[in-house]
């Protein structure tokens, strides 16, 4: 059946070559049409199967939260740059209205400054109260001094957790501001005013009001964009004009870094890298393909023609993808360079037998004829496994996996199509063309490859001496392929340089925080608050953010009440200020002295307690003995005031004269006594943590590690599956991938061996022929992972799909050869790999021209899966053209021996 539709196929090809081109034509135009509209969804969760709980919480969080998908625009610098930066480059993309709703970069000081008293804990607010009891110089500061030492000194628990630690390192910071606005205050060129002083309060109060790091060095702003991080094209039109408003922003302040970063900038990133590298890679490896299909054939228009059916499946792939699966993900987006890689090697089997035939004197007709019987079946069988094998992913839960198999094995069967009809047809035309040219002159001798018959031939002879010999290399490499290891960091397999992970990696380290946080949602305030406290227990959290924050419960509220009362009738009561003289100078200087004592016994706490941005902001303040022209802020102002006493009093009541109003105004301000209610929060704190429909409250939790080590991802996603069993985001879902794939390419690789193994007894109808073909191939997959550990090379969640794939791939060469041998018979070993050896040789290499271009993909992840795949492809040749010869031999001569 199969040699009649191929003798079919030469008869309509040499007689109505023209018809069978303008089908095809139609049909390209038709699937250029829908392939227009495939687009590119690079982000890792489309690899998830999108019925998986995980992902469609994460969807509907996405859906239900305007601040769930922000663009994060961070920028390292000195802190007066950067806050001058952060208050224009704000302005500037809250102007992009069509894009951007509104950009947070400051506290919601306002509110603060109404409700701070109720926003801390109870715990807190009765060690700090006696600080608002007088307001004078000597008095304050040794209430201070109390507050410090009952809450950070005395107390075991002091940082024992995150939120504890960003608590005392914004406390830290809000005194050594104080500082340094009191020493400028003592200086005789000093142009301090009201408004230093006021600034110096409302630190002490609320802090910095930027969203800054501890050390000053970073900035971050936020801006919420008016649609979601699902529409890929607007997301990348958005962070293109934010990048260049940035650019230009950050171009005025020298040495400094600016740009965008979290998952709207890696989505950018990830889409546009795949886009060119799709279009590179694919011309890279078109161009080196053709090239060497020319040098070896020593024709030209053959090899073209060659490509123009290539590229005719390429698109009917393209279209047909776009009407399954409607776009193109991390996996299916290089579908086009495995194509060119499989496709090729079909019309260099047909070329090959083709172009022998012609210089051997038969017509087109004859040649064409005999080139498919010779080819076609193993071109027919080759395809059906290689997309048997494709297929076979369709099994997996994973929708990466699952889609590329659809799109990879509908690829090759579309390859295989175009191959054994359009391109007879062209060659039809070709030939015509050039037997008029050449009047009927002999064509030139194809160019022959003997030297693989010889080598196989040799081979044959002493097959059991090479079968040993295989055999041993084929346990050592078994041995190095069970010692490889797996990277799991996914910001590996991104491309290199990129400004969005250099800022990740820098905010990691500045807030102790990594972006990449798992997220959960509560059906009230109440749920919301618990979760919170939850997380924030935990040691591995590094920042919680929830409506909890802003809204403290009725009960919380009502404990807090009677020490707001107390400190706002201090306040009230206790107007006077009782300027600084002479005894009272030297205690003030005791006290300095005593808070310098507090803050070093703080920094060998938190040294031990491993605490470093407690530490590093203490020894801001305090020195660092073991570093280099390091000193102690609170030891030089000590100093520069027992310079000369009476105008250090003098300038020290000038600093309070300014400051205890200031403080006064504010602190009174934050000791509101009226409840907080959810309609007192402002919108932009609403909109961050209530959902669109009122009735949902997002709960953020940040980890403090990077999550991309497998063992903090476990535990990480294990503690937050306990917290509540709906959270998502992306590590858990990125954890639950891993699982899914490793999984899935397990079973995958299985069925791809049975499935492959069946169709090869079906096509041979012979067991040993079918175990012959398979032999090679799973030698040469043993051989690929043991080579890729030996060069060093780690199984990626990428380039993990190589090994699936190269069943499929490196079935070929055995079924190629076994085809011509049971054509040509014993005895002809040398001939067959004269012949068919000439063309393995070549499609291998071509396969692995094709895939070593991925190399040239900037998408680390992509060039990783394009090396594993030139090694499998090179050790599936290798253990074909020597395995295959043995086998053969070995079973030749025991048919020799029986007779």
Known sequence: MRENLLKMIARTAEKRAGFMLLIALLITVIASGFASKLQLTMHFKNLMPQNHPMVKEFNQVIDDYDTASMIIIAAQGNEQDLKNF?????????????????????????????????????????????????????????????????????????????????????????????????????????????????????RILIGDQYFISGDKKMLLLFAQPTFTINEIDRVIEVENNVDSLIAIEAAKYPGMFAGTTGMFALSRDETVAASEDMYITSLVALVLILALFIISFRMWVAPLLAGISLTIGIIWTAGFAALTVGSLNIMTSMFSVILIGLGVDFSIHLISVYSEKRTQGNNVGEALEMALLKSGNGIITGALTTAAAFLTLMISESAGMSEFGLVAGSGVIFCMLATITILPAMLVYRDKLLDKFRGGKTLPPAPQFKFLGTVGNAISHRPVLVLIFLTLITIALFYSAMHITFDYNYLNME????????????????????????????????????????????????MVTSISQYLPSQEEQKKRLPIIQEIKKSLQDNNRITPLNKTGFDNYLDELNRLEDNIVELAQLAFLGGQDRVDKKCKEIVGDPEADNSSSLLSTLAQKLKVNPPQAIERLNTFEKYFAPHFRELALGMATTTPITLDDLPQNIKSRFVSKSGEKFLVTIYPKEQVWNLEFLKRFTERMQKLDPRVTGVPPIFYVLIDIIARDGRIAAGLTVAVVFLLLLIDFRNFRSAIFAMIPLLTGAIWMIGTMQLVGLQLTMVNLMGLPLIIGIGI?????????????????????????????FLTSLTTMLAFGSLVFATYRGLGSLGIALFIGVGTCFLTSVIIMPALLGLMEKIGNSKK
Do not use: C
Request: glycine content about 4%; proline content about 2%.
């Open 86 to 202: 952060a208050d224009n480059i704000a302005v500037k993309v809250a102007a992009l209205d069509k894009f951007i709703n509104r950009v947070d970069y400051k506290l919601e000081r306002d509110f603060i400054l109404t409700h701070g008293f109720k926003l801390q804990k109870e715990k807190d607010l009765k060690n700090s109260r006696d600080l608002f009891k007088d307001l004078s110089l000597l008095p304050w500061l040794k209430h201070l001094n109390d507050n410090f030492e009952k809450t950070w000194v005395q107390d075991d628990e002091s940082i024992s957790t995150s939120e504890k630690e960003n608590n005392a390192v914004l406390f830290l910071d809000g005194i050594k501001f104080w500082l340094q606005t009191l020493e400028s205050y003592t200086e005789s060129d000093s142009n301090s005013t009201s408004d230093t002083a006021r600034m110096a309060a409302e």
């Open 495 to 542: 491309p290199v340089g990129l400004t969005s992970i250099k800022l990740q990696h820098a905010m990691e380290k500045e807030f102790n925080v990594t972006p990449d946080f798992a997220i959960v949602t509560a059906s009230s305030v109440e749920e919301a608050r618990k979760l919170t406290d939850a997380a924030n227990d935990l040691k591995m959290i590094g």
């Open 812 to 840: 070929d060469d055995g079924v190629h050869i076994l085809h011509r041998y049971e054509i040509e018979g014993k005895g002809h070993i040398r001939e067959v790999f004269s012949s068919t050896g000439k063309a393995v």
